[in-house]
C-alpha cells in the first residue's frame, strides 16, 4: 500500500511539473507569435519533450522496482550478478527510444 502511494505521489508530481511548464510555455506564446514561428512548431517541440519526460519517469519506475529486486537477489546469489545487471538495463531503452522520437521531432520543428 505504502509503494502505491509513494508512486501516486511521484504520479502527481509530475502532472504539477507538466502544468507549471505548461505556464511557463504559454508565457512564450506571445513572443513565440510575435517571432512569426508556428504552432506546429511549438506542438512539435512539446511532443518532444513528453516523448523524454515521459519516457524518463516510466524508465525510473521500471528500474526502481527492478532494482529493488536485484538487490535482494544478488545478496542471496552474487553469482546472478550479470542477469540482474541485464534485467536493470532493458528499462534503459525506453529512454533510448524516446530520445531518437525526440531527436527526429526537433529535426522536423523549423
Partial sequence: MKKVAVKV???LGFIAALALVATGFAQEAAEVA????????????L??????????????????????????TIAERPEAFGQVLIYLVIPETIIIFAFVIAFFLNGQIG
Fill in 9 to 11: 505521489t511521484a504520479v
Fill in 34 to 45: 510575435a517571432a512569426g514561428d508556428s504552432v506546429g512548431a511549438g506542438l512539435m517541440a
Fill in 47 to 72: 511532443g518532444a519533450g513528453l516523448a523524454i519526460g515521459l519516457g524518463a519517469v516510466g524508465t525510473g519506475l521500471a528500474q526502481a522496482s527492478i532494482g529493488s529486486a536485484g538487490a535482494g
